[in-house]
């Protein structure tokens, strides 16, 4: 059965950990829906990860929507949610609803991830949930405001980590379904998880979320470098150069391919 937004909350009062990875294409999707994966995100992530982009900003809506519908084609039981790209839902709610519904309607995508919970963008997400509108939230390490943050981890003072609470909670308010937690201390990480009721989901925030997300290609050992918190559980990079070496000796010596 498909994975749901009701059976997400159920599974944070069970203490039943969410396993979260990103996919870009179609191939790539089946493979995490076949492994039992409950949450499929169409990250802006594919912008540096697919697209070759050194940040997630250059990434467009239509390109987002593009991978999303080869992902969604993958997906028959997790809940798929798609990352709105920088500036596509800043500029105003009505921009955010108009980006988000085009999300749902052309891609088969269930909810949205929007970053930042400050109060404009706390009432944009009260807006898209008010339409009904699925949105996760994503706070800490935002990387859409990277020429701000840097990749620094968030919430190390006192002040900061508040700050970064208070948005949780505001955005728990305003109907988001669930929250990233990003490149956060796990004492902070700890506290917000235990002060919302609503499913945390971590990455480079410690043990104690509700679940946890991995971009795929660091899994797969398939990104040039990673962040200090990825763990790579095989090298795809060395299989596969050592595959396509292979590959290449036979054509050229003529073992591949053999005659009929």
Known sequence: MAVTIKQLNQWKQQERQIVVLTAADYAIAQLLDEAGVDIIMVGDSLAMVTLGYSTTLPVTLEEMIHHAKAVCRGVKRALVVCDLPFLSYQESPQQAIHSAGRVLKETGAVAVKLEGGYPAMAETVARLTAVGIPVMGHVGLTPQSIHL?????????????????QDAIALEQAGAFAIVLEHIPPDLARSITQKLTIPTIGIGAGPNCDGQVLVTADLLGLSERQPPFAKSYVNLREVITQAVQEFSTEVRSGKFPKDP
């Open 149 to 165: 943050l840097g990749l620094r981890q968030q919430g190390k003072t006192a002040e900061t980590g508040e700050r970064i609470l």
